[in-house]
């Protein structure tokens, strides 16, 4: 079989030879389905000889109903953090035992429609803690429940995805002592609460820190099992946080590299000691999909050389607004898909928000580009087109996937379709204002 780039470039080929690309829709997401695959078979072999390990995709990276139905297909489960996420699980056919129910916010009625669904929950903190006793009233839950620790293991290269600095939002800190003997507490009076959770790595953290943060769980696992005297707490839960490289079509670091920095950290992980379940969301994802884009215009201005694309801020929020953080490669293709060879020469590729930042790279040396021509930008599968921002009410584009025969045939799928005009208009609210009822109680319009 062709290798992932080789099947991206006949893909390109393919789209515009289908014209997948027109005026009504200049822009569209597309996603390697055998490479999405691939990559579930990497995980599960890395991780083999765990026992009964869980591997769950982290709906937020990909939120496409058909997408999570591959994966689920494939034997994975879902990691949700909210009830669009956890509805999202459910109508890709995950079953509840292999979802698992993440969020910092968790609602009384999420407590509950979890505790009743049979979910997987991890408790953020001790007032969430408090909830679920009452919710429970004394019964026992029939999904794993555990706590989310922090293992206060430091931050990465960027600071809003580091989930394990000692101050950080998530979990409880395990750094203080005292934190640290509540945490036992915790779980030295509920026999109930049999699961870890902690999810210290993320892009820009090294692999050791997020294995030292895992460690620091398994750590206090060994502890209540040998307070209590037996096998109580069962499962590990290690999160998700491979980093991803964007700079070329390499996968590094890879899931066996982390395997094997896991099992040196915490080798409890793979001995038969406890269950496991992994959470990636990136590193499942981003090299599968790519964005597609028109060329509009090219024009020049202060000796600039600028290509507007229809790619920008509403399908790359991060990059726009932190392209230090999310650089992105940039691809270029004529109109009929083939991969350009025209003279090099600094680019900027702008989006078509209405704001100046709106672009995806600045002074790119890339083939001289003219209207008409197909940008790739490859390695955005996870975070990136599935994760609309509706600024200058631009469509959500239409995602598809691919799958390329022996033979170097592409069979295209629609996964989502792009955003309709009509359902613009509808999702920007009421015709005019509504008024609302004079009894709230009752229910307001
Ligand atoms: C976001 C998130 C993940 C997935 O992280 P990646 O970096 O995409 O692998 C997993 N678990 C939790 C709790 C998360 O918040």
């Known amino acids: ?128 803690l408090a909830r679920v006793d009452a919710a429970l009233g004394g019964a026992s839950p029939r999904g794993r429940i555990g706590l989310r620790i922090n293992p206060q293991s430091g931050a990465g290269a960027i600071d809003a995805l580091s989930t394990a600095t000692r101050t950080s939002k998530f979990g409880v800190g395990i750094g203080d002592p005292s934190m640290r003997d509540a945490v036992l507490d915790a779980y030295i009076t509920r026999p109930w609460l049999t699961q870890i959770h902690v999810h210290s790595g993320s892009q820009g953290v090294a692999l050791s820190q997020a294995a030292h943060g895992v460690a620091a769980a398994v750590a206090v696992a060994n502890e209540v099992n040998a307070t209590v005297g037996r096998r109580q707490v069962k499962r590990i839960d290690v999160g998700g946080g491979l980093p991803v490289n964007f700079h070329s079509d390499e996968v590094t670091p890879t899931y066996r590299e982390y395997r094997q920095i896991l099992e040196a950290a915490a080798p409890e992980l793979f001995d038969g000691t406890y269950e496991l379940v992994t959470e990636f969301g990136r590193s499942l994802l981003a090299k599968s999909g790519t964005l597609l884009s028109r060329v509009e215009y090219v024009k020049d201005a202060g000796g600039s050389r600028i290509a507007i694309t229809h790619a920008g801020v509403q399908v790359a929020v991060r990059t726009v607004f932190n392209p230090g953080d999310w650089p992105l490669r940039i691809l270029t293709h004529d109109p009929d898909g083939r991969p350009k060879t025209t003279p090099v020469v600094p680019q900027d590729i702008a989006g078509p928000a209405c704001f100046a930042g709106d672009v995806l790279a600045l002074g790119r040396p890339l083939e001289q580009l003219e209207p008409g021509d197909i940008i790739a930008v490859p390695d955005t599968g996870a975070y990136y087109f599935s994760n609309h921002f509706s600024y200058n009410a631009l469509p959500r584009p239409a995602v598809y996937g691919y799958r390329i025969s022996g033979r170097g045939a592409c069979t295209w799928f629609t996964l989502r379709d792009a955003q309709r005009v009509e359902e613009i208009v509808y999702d920007a609210g009421h015709p005019a204002p509504v008024p609302m009822s004079e009894h709230p109680e009752q229910g307001g319009a």
């Open 1 to 128: 079989m062709q290798n992932l780039a080789e099947r991206r470039t006949a893909a390109v080929t393919s789209a515009a030879g289908r014209r997948l690309l027109d005026d009504e829709q200049p822009l569209c997401g597309i996603i390697d389905l055998d490479a999405v695959t691939e990559q579930v078979g990497h995980l599960h072999e890395a991780f083999a000889g765990a026992t009964s390990a869980l591997h769950t995709v982290a709906v937020k990276a990909g939120p496409l109903t058909a997408l999570l139905k591959l994966l689920v297909d494939a034997g994975m489960g879902c990691e949700v953090a909210s009830k669009g996420e956890l509805a999202l699980a459910v109508e890709a056919g995950c079953p509840p035992e292999r979802i698992v129910f993440d969020s910092p916010a968790k609602t009384h009625a999420e407590i509950a429609a979890v505790l009743a669904q049979g979910v997987s929950m991890n408790i953020d903190n001790f007032g969430e």
